[in-house]
């Protein structure tokens, strides 16, 4: 589409009801980002209320019409997507518009290849409009969809503001709060009219630092990469009886929600052989088949019973928001045989019914694409939305896990989609332990789910396992005997990749900020394409290369996989400040990793390809200035980098690659870049709130 171009959804597909609507971009350096909102404007052009702004402090409506479903990286950038169930859209509502607005001042001119693009239900694309003119805008509408005789419509914008998010939702009616203070936490209640049952009862009593005032969240670390957090403006204090509907009228961004405690209560066992009582145990599973078993009725119970997290493992897929019911073992007809999915998921909304089948594999045993096959045919029979894979495997951009025929003559159209056990852990802890639950019951079901998927029996670790191509391959780099357009090359690549992205998911749930990896391609390379150029470049020199994005850390995290030394390095480029004194930037450098191991290597970095002086932290600590340039120089940045062997063997043992991987990223982070200040960029002065074309 192009600029001010407009198309009615129902023209390009029929199941236009439900959409995503996905925002993407990317930078040349690899850490350029933006953050999602979404605004329902009304006749007049305005929101209703402040109910209607979502973005990263309200990311969902209670009716589940609006959902921010977050990042997912992409070939040269990332991807930030939002699901829309258009049939729940409130009538009052004429316009659903779609925003991006950086932080920090940073401008939309520094990102390429800005991007929008619809899917229907099913994950096909109806249409994509793309942004070539942006420049100093910090806020942008890239589109907007709106109704017109009763059909929605979408409208290419391609409008900016310069005077960033703030600007942009003033303009729509939002009374904004610039103020950097966090808004007071209070106690966990019951919801409204509801007395707390049987089940939540036994959950407070499991969890009592959880009930009344203990109630706590756990302390999120400022994010100076957001110094515009937006709070919802709080009114001059009014009357009793004003104060009361007042309470009622406006929401509040920070939600009563109950998580984890941070520091788990003294046991009251004699000692430690005595094991704690388990709501879903298990020690007692000695197949894979009871693995299976057990493990799809655990997660579809827990996805039953605690909404919050049944829907943002479905929402994506096309589920709407209402009471879903899971189901197991079920015989469906299919020909002589009935089939027997391991499970089934029915939500209904409005008397309408979405339906999942489940296919689910465990302790690293592959998907079976004539079974998947199967289920595809039943659903497309039967009117279901979606078939649900779940393994420990890893999805790669670009390329499905297994071959699937669709016919595309059938009037309903079925969705393959895959989740790993990766992603299940992953979004089980940002629950309950960063963004909180509706109530006590629900934060324990959760824990009791996330033990059983990390105990070393249930078989749902994620990605464990390298691959045959991975030993071969690394003798061929011992030997040199590995030869570029071996496609055992390409099989190790697209393992470390599937790695990598386990890698962000779990640090990114313990640590409770997004974390992505960072892919450096040209704009519109084809993965398969980018693989194969990653694989030759392997096969000649030994390493595999990774990067990451932490949200909050001054920089980007690398990772080198040496297989010509057996080394792991983990590093961190930190730019120099912009005032100062470069022996004042050495000195606190070294005062920040005071706790920091002693064989931290640093590097000055300076213009050119010699590079500057370097020294282990051990040494340079009562000399800091041995780090500044004998010439004079002009230095960059510094260079923060760790070794450790790394595991030869393909699994995820003691002895294994992959948990060599783990602690080198877990090491590295929790004691060199934990410890570093973040120094948000100099904001410009706002620039007056109106659009800048």
Request: proline share 7%; net charge negative; aromatic share 6%.
């Amino acid at each position: 589409m192009v600029k001010g171009a407009n198309v009615g959804l129902g023209s390009l597909s029929e199941d236009a009801g439900s959409v995503v609507v996905s925002l993407a971009w990317c930078s040349a350096t690899g850490d350029g980002d933006a953050d999602v909102s979404v605004l329902l404007l009304d006749a007049d052009g305005k929101v209703r209320s402040d109910a209607d702004f979502f973005f990263y402090n309200n990311p969902a409506a209670p009716d589940g019409s609006v959902q921010l479903l977050g990042k997912t990286p992409t070939a040269d950038g990332s991807e930030d997507r939002i699901s829309l169930d258009l049939s729940e859209i409130p009538s009052a509502v004429e316009r659903v518009v779609v925003t991006a607005s950086r932080y920090g001042g940073a401008p939309f001119g520094e990102l390429d290849g800005l991007r929008v693009t619809i899917a229907d239900r099913t994950g096909e694309a109806l249409l994509g409009f793309s942004i070539a003119d942006a420049g100093a805008e910090t806020a942008f509408i890239f589109g907007e969809l709106y109704r017109r005789n009763g059909e929605w419509k979408f409208r290419a914008v391609g409008q900016g503001y310069e005077s960033g998010l703030a600007g942009l939702a003033t303009d729509f009616g939002i009374d904004v709060d610039d103020s950097p203070e966090e808004p007071v936490e209070e106690p966990v209640e019951e919801r409204a009219g509801e007395p707390i049952g049987e089940l939540q009862e036994l959950a407070l009593e499991a969890i009592p630092s959880l009930s009344g005032a203990d109630a706590e969240r756990p302390e999120r670390p400022d994010r100076p990469d957001r110094p515009d957090k937006l709070l919802m403006a709080v009114p001059a204090q009014p009357t009793a009886p004003e104060a009361s509907a007042e309470k009622k009228r406006r929401p509040r961004t920070a939600k009563k929600k109950v998580v984890l405690p941070k520091v788990a209560r003294k046991s009251l066992a004699e000692n430690e052989a005595w094991r704690q009582s388990r709501l879903f145990p298990a020690s007692s599973l000695k197949n894979d088949r009871e693995r299976e078993t057990r493990a799809t009725s655990v997660l579809l119970s827990v996805m039953a019973e605690v909404p919050e997290f049944g829907r943002r493992l479905t929402t994506a897929y096309g589920a709407p928001a209402g009471r879903m019911e899971t189901f197991t073992e079920v015989s469906l007809p299919y020909g002589e045989t009935p089939k027997r999915p391991d499970g089934v998921i029915r939500v209904e909304r409005a008397g309408k019914l979405w339906t999942a089948l489940v296919e689910t594999k465990t302790n690293g045993n592959p998907l079976k694409p004539e079974q998947v096959q199967d289920y595809v045919d039943i659903a497309a029979r039967r009117g279901y939305e979606v078939v649900i894979t779940l393994s420990n495997d890893v999805e790669l951009e670009g390329r499905p896990l297994i071959d699937i025929k669709i016919d595309r003559r059938r009037k309903n159209k079925v969705a393959v989609r895959h989740l790993s056990w990766a992603e299940v852990t992953h979004q089980a802890q940002m629950l309950i332990r960063h963004e909180g639950v509706g109530n006590a019951a629900h934060a324990w079901l959760l824990q009791e789910l996330l033990h059983y998927l990390q105990h070393e029996n249930s078989g749902c670790h994620g990605f464990q396992n390298m691959g045959p191509a991975w030993v071969p391959a690394r003798k061929g780099i011992e030997d040199e005997t590995l030869c570029q357009g071996d496609k055992r090359a390409v099989e190790v690549v697209e393992s470390w990749e599937r790695l990598v992205r386990q890698v962000c998911l779990r640090l990114g749930g313990e640590l409770g900020q997004k974390v992505l990896p960072v892919q450096r391609a040209k704009r519109g390379t084809d993965p398969h394409t980018r693989r194969a150029a990653l694989a030759d470049s392997f096969c000649g020199d030994g390493r595999l290369n990774a990067e990451i994005r932490i949200d909050g850390t001054p920089g980007i995290m690398a990772i080198v996989a040496d297989l010509r030394t057996s080394k792991l390095r983990t590093s961190i480029e930190v730019e120099a400040p912009e005032q100062g004194y470069p022996l004042t930037w050495a000195k606190r450098l070294i005062r920040q990793l005071a706790e920091a191991p002693a064989d931290l290597h640093i590097e000055t970095l300076v213009p050119g390809e010699s590079g500057g002086p370097r020294g282990t932290l051990e040494r340079l600590r009562p000399e800091p200035a041995d780090l500044l340039p004998k010439d004079g120089s002009r230095i960059t940045g510094f260079r923060l980098s760790l070794l450790k062997s790394m595991g030869s063997t393909r699994g995820s043992a003691e002895s294994g690659f992959i948990r060599s991987v783990d602690n080198a990223v877990d090491r590295f982070h929790a004691t060199v870049v934990a410890q570093l200040e973040t120094h948000p960029p100099r904001r410009p002065q706002p620039a007056p709130a109106t659009p800048a074309g």
